[in-house]
C-alpha cells in the first residue's frame, strides 16, 4: 500500500513539474516576447544583419562607436557565442567573431557594450532565415545574353531623388558627360520588358552603392559605404525590387562589385581602423591635407606580375597596392580583417538580393590570394553560382590563368569560374576593320577562337564587343553598319557567355571623340521626360536603328532556344576568299555562320564543308526567314553575315 501511494505521489509530482515548467516556458517565452526591446545605440554594425544556416558558421562583426574598444561585451541568444574580440588601433573599433551553429533559430537579439563607467551601449541584431538553399542560387552561363547598363544614362524613373541634400555632389547637368544625368533603379525597373523583349536574359548594372564624392559620383566605381543604395539612384526597396522584377521575367541580376578600392571619401578613410587597412596608408596619412595626384603612388597596372615566373617583388607589389587614381584609396587584402569584410559583404548581397552572379572589378589589381580566398568562400557556399572578373588584358594566356582549373605553372588556383573575354574582342574587331590577306583580316577572327585551346572552359568565358570602359562598337567599325551586323551576329554565335552594351542595339556610338567615357555613357535616348527620341518605342528612331533595334532581337531570341549555340559543338574552317564559316551542332540542330567580306557576288563551295552532312537539306535564315537548300554552292550577293539553322 505504502508503495502504492509512493508511486501515485510519483506520478503527481511530476505532472506538477511538467505543468509548471511547461507553464514556465510559456511564461518566460511570452514575457521575453513581450519584453524585448530593440536598440540603436552603436553607430554602425556591418555586416548590419545575418543569416542561419550558412555552411560557415563563422561571422565577424565590424563595429564602430566612440571608444568602443574599452567595452566588454555581452550576447545571450542560443546558439550564438563570442569567440574573439579585437581591438582596432582606432579606439572607435571592435570586430567580434561569432561562432552561429547550424541549429540556431532565426531572430533578433541584443547585444550589450557595458563600459568601465557602469554606463552600456545596446545594439539589436537580427539573424534572418535564408529564402532558399545555396545549392539554388543558379549564375550566369553560356544560355545567357548579359544587358550592361550605366544607370545614371538609362532612363530617370523617379526625378524627385535626381539632387539629394547633404550630399557632395547635388548638380544634374546632362550635357556634362562627367556629371550626373538622373538615371536611376526604377528607370531600369520601368524598362524591364523593353529588355526582355529583346531577349536579353541577364542585367548587369555598373554599381548603384553610394558614391558620395565630390565629383564623378555617377559612374559608381567609388564606393563610400558598402552597405548602402546611393540614393539618387533609390533605395534598397528599389534594388530589391529590381531583382525580384527580373527574377519573375525568368532573368537575372548580377551585381558589379569593387574588391581592389573604395571612394576617398569612404567613412573608414575618415578613422581608419587598422595602419594597414589600406595601401600606401602612411604616405596618405602624411599629406592628407595636400593629397593629388602628385602625392599618391599610382599603380604601375603591370598586370603580367601575376603571372610573370621572373618578376620582380617590387613590381608585384607596384601592380598590386599602388592606387588606381588618387581618390580611390587601394584596399589591403593582405588585412585579414578588410579580407573578412569585402567576403561578407558579397555574401550579404547575395542574400539580399538573391543574385544571379557578380562581376567583379579590376580584378588583377587585388592581392591575388585573396582574389581566390573570396571567390572560393563564394563558390563554396553557392556550388552553383557565378562570378566573372574583369582582366584587361588582349593576350589569352592572362585571361586563362585566371580561370578556375588552368593548370598554372605557379600552382595557382582562382577559384574563379569566368573572366572577360577582351582578346575575342580585339580580334572580331580588327578582322572586321583590316583588309584581307594571308595574315590579317578575318584569318585574325579565326585564329583568335583557335585560342580557345587555352582555356579550361571557353564556354565560361564572357564575350563582349564594347563596355562602360571602351569605345563602342559602332565607332570601332567605322560606323559600318554591315560590320556591326557581322560582329554581333558572330559573338553571340560563339560559344561564350555573350554581354552588350546599352544602345548598341541603335548604333549608339562615340565618333565625335573616340574613348571619351561622356560619350561611351550616353543617355539612352527615351529615357528622359521630353526626350525628341525614344528608343523604348521606336519614335524618332532612324531607319538604320530600327533595322539594327530588330536584328538584336531575333538574334537574341533565336540564340535563347538554340541548344546548339548554348551547349553545342564548334566546328569552324579557316578563311578562303574573303570568307569564314563556323557551325555549332548538337544533335539535330546545325546552325551555320557565313562572314563574307566580298562587296561582289560570289558563289561559295559547299564541298568543303561536307563533314557537316548538309548536303541537300533545307536550312532557314533566322534573321529573313528565307530557306536556304545546301546543296552544291550558296550565292552570297553582297558582304555581310548569314546565319542559316537546321531547327
Known amino acids: 500500500m505504502k508503495y502504492l501511494i509512493f508511486i501515485v505521489s510519483v506520478i503527481v509530482v511530476n505532472f506538477c513539474s511538467a505543468h509548471n515548467n511547461d507553464f514556465s516556458q510559456k511564461t518566460k517565452e511570452k514575457m521575453s516576447s513581450e519584453s524585448f526591446t530593440e536598440y540603436n545605440d552603436i553607430e554602425r554594425v556591418e555586416p548590419s544583419n545575418w543569416w542561419v544556416g550558412f555552411k560557415n558558421q563563422r561571422l565577424q562583426l565590424l563595429v564602430k562607436d566612440d571608444n568602443i574598444y574599452s567595452a566588454a561585451v555581452e550576447i545571450s541568444y542560443e546558439g550564438v557565442t563570442i569567440e574573439r574580440i579585437v581591438k582596432g588601433v582606432s ?65 530617370n524613373g523617379d526625378e524627385s531623388i535626381d539632387i539629394v541634400e547633404g550630399l557632395k555632389e547635388t548638380k544634374i547637368d546632362r550635357t556634362d558627360g562627367y556629371g550626373r544625368h538622373g538615371g536611376d533603379l526604377r528607370g531600369i525597373i520601368n524598362h524591364l520588358d523593353y529588355i526582355h523583349d529583346l531577349g536579353y536574359t541577364a542585367v548587369w548594372p555598373t554599381p548603384v552603392l553610394i558614391n558620395d564624392m565630390y565629383k564623378g559620383s555617377y559612374h559608381g566605381y567609388a564606393i563610400t559605404d558598402y552597405y548602402r543604395v546611393d540614393p539618387r539612384f533609390g533605395s534598397m526597396e528599389d534594388y530589391v525590387e529590381l531583382a525580384s522584377e527580373l527574377r519573375s521575367k525568368g532573368m537575372k541580376l548580377i551585381m558589379d562589385q569593387v574588391a581592389n578600392h573604395c571612394g576617398l571619401e569612404h567613412w573608414w578613410i575618415k578613422d581608419i581602423p587598422f595602419e594597414d587597412w589600406v595601401n600606401d596608408q602612411k604616405n596618405y596619412e602624411d599629406n592628407v591635407n595636400d593629397w593629388d595626384y602628385t602625392t599618391y603612388k599610382g599603380t604601375n597596372h603591370r598586370r603580367t606580375t601575376n603571372q610573370d615566373l621572373y618578376a620582380s617583388e617590387s613590381d608585384k607589389l607596384g601592380n598590386t597596392d599602388g592606387w588606381f587614381v588618387s581618390a580611390m584609396p587601394d584596399l589591403n587584402q593582405r588585412n585579414p580583417f578588410m579580407a573578412k569584410y569585402i567576403i561578407q559583404n558579397s555574401i550579404w548581397w547575395i542574400e539580399t538580393l538573391q543574385l544571379g552572379g557578380i562581376r567583379q572589378d579590376t580584378y588583377p589589381y587585388a592581392d591575388k590570394q585573396f582574389m581566390a580566398n573570396w571567390a572560393g568562400a563564394i563558390m563554396q557556399e553557392y556550388p552553383n553560382f ?97 560590320k556591326t551586323k557581322m560582329a554581333l551576329g558572330y559573338m553571340l554565335s560563339l560559344p561564350r557567355i555573350a554581354q552588350i552594351y ?33 528608343a523604348f518605342t521606336g519614335k524618332g528612331l532612324t531607319d538604320a536603328e530600327k533595322d539594327m533595334q530588330l536584328y538584336v532581337k531575333k538574334l537574341l531570341n533565336y540564340r535563347k532556344d538554340s541548344k546548339a549555340i548554348i551547349q553545342g559543338k564548334t566546328i569552324h574552317f579557316a578563311p578562303e576568299n574573303g570568307i569564314y ?39 532557314t535564315n533566322i534573321i529573313t526567314s528565307e530557306k536556304v537548300l545546301w546543296k ?8 555581310g553575315i548569314i546565319i542559316l539553322t537546321t531547327k
Not at 547550424?102 to 568601465?116: L, R, S
Not at 529564402?131 to 539554388?136: A, G, H, R, V
Open 386 to 482: 557565378s562570378i566573372v572578373g574583369e582582366e584587361w588584358s588582349y593576350n589569352p594566356l592572362l585571361v586563362a590563368y585566371w580561370q578556375n582549373g588552368h593548370p598554372n605553372k605557379d600552382g595557382y588556383q582562382s577559384n574563379l569560374k569566368s573572366t572577360m573575354d577582351f582578346p575575342m574582342q580585339k580580334a572580331i574587331v580588327d578582322g572586321l576593320n583590316e583588309e584581307e590577306s594571308w595574315d590579317k583580316g578575318l584569318v585574325k577572327i579565326y585564329e583568335g577562337l583557335a585560342n580557345d585551346f587555352a582555356y579550361k572552359e571557353p564556354k565560361d568565358i564572357m564575350i563582349f564587343l564594347d563596355n562602360h570602359d571602351k569605345s563602342r562598337l559602332f565607332t570601332e567599325v567605322g560606323e559600318d553598319i554591315t
Open 581 to 619: 564559316v563556323l557551325f555549332r551542332v548538337l544533335e539535330n540542330e546545325i546552325v551555320a555562320v557565313i562572314l563574307n567580306k566580298n562587296k561582289k557576288l560570289v558563289n561559295l563551295n559547299l564541298d568543303r564543308f561536307d563533314e557537316m552532312d548538309l548536303n541537300g537539306r533545307s536550312l
Open 91 to 155: 579606439p572607435n573599433y571592435l570586430f567580434i567573431d561569432l561562432n552561429i551553429s547550424e541549429d540556431t533559430k532565426p531572430g533578433k537579439f541584443n547585444m550589450y557594450f557595458k563600459f568601465e563607467n557602469g554606463t552600456q551601449k545596446i545594439q539589436t541584431y537580427e539573424l534572418k532565415p535564408r529564402t532558399k538553399p545555396s545549392e539554388d542560387y543558379i549564375g550566369f552561363n553560356s544560355s545567357d545574353v548579359i544587358y550592361l547598363i550605366t544607370p545614371d544614362r538609362f532612363a
Open 502 to 534: 546599352y544602345g548598341t542595339e541603335i548604333l549608339m556610338n562615340d565618333t565625335a571623340n573616340p574613348g571619351d567615357h561622356g560619350l561611351i555613357r550616353t543617355d539612352f535616348p527615351g529615357g528622359w521626360k521630353g526626350d525628341k527620341v525614344n
Open 632 to 639: 552544291d554552292y550558296l550565292t552570297l550577293k553582297k558582304e
